[in-house]
Nanobody, 124 residues
């Protein structure tokens, strides 16, 4: 079992950058494939990025490719989302999620563990 806590959200201007962090408890963090999702009010949860267990392979949603980077540090049980060139969008809650599986998943329902989320607002 793993517990996840996100941090780093806030208000940022269009074109700015923000780095989100997700801290995980437990001694088996390196066994989990990690992902970031986001959700705005009235919208479905959207896949943002995922990274495999050793951090070598990453996948991104089409809307963030080339602007966001996911990474992880298994030594300290953290996963990060570096967000650059942020666009003015509806405020969204960004959540990290974890699952033990060998293939990437873009589906929220496939992830077993979730953090409480951190809000990101991009002002125009």
């Amino acid at each position: 079992q793993v517990q996840l806590v996100e941090s780093g959200g806030g208000l940022v201007q269009t074109g700015g950058s923000l780095r989100l962090s997700c801290s995980a408890s437990g001694r088996t963090f390196s066994s989990y494939r990690m992902a970031w999702f986001r959700q705005s009010p009235g919208k479905e949860r959207e896949f943002v990025a995922a990274i495999n267990q050793n951090g070598v392979s990453a996948e991104y949603g089409d809307s963030v490719k080339g602007r966001f980077t996911i990474s992880r540090d298994n030594a300290i049980n953290k996963v990060y989302l570096e967000m650059n060139s942020l666009r003015p969008e509806k405020a969204a809650v960004y959540s990290c999620a974890a699952v033990i599986r060998y293939s990437v998943s873009y589906v929220p329902g496939d992830y077993n563990y979730w953090g409480q989320g951190t809000q990101v607002t991009v002002s125009s």
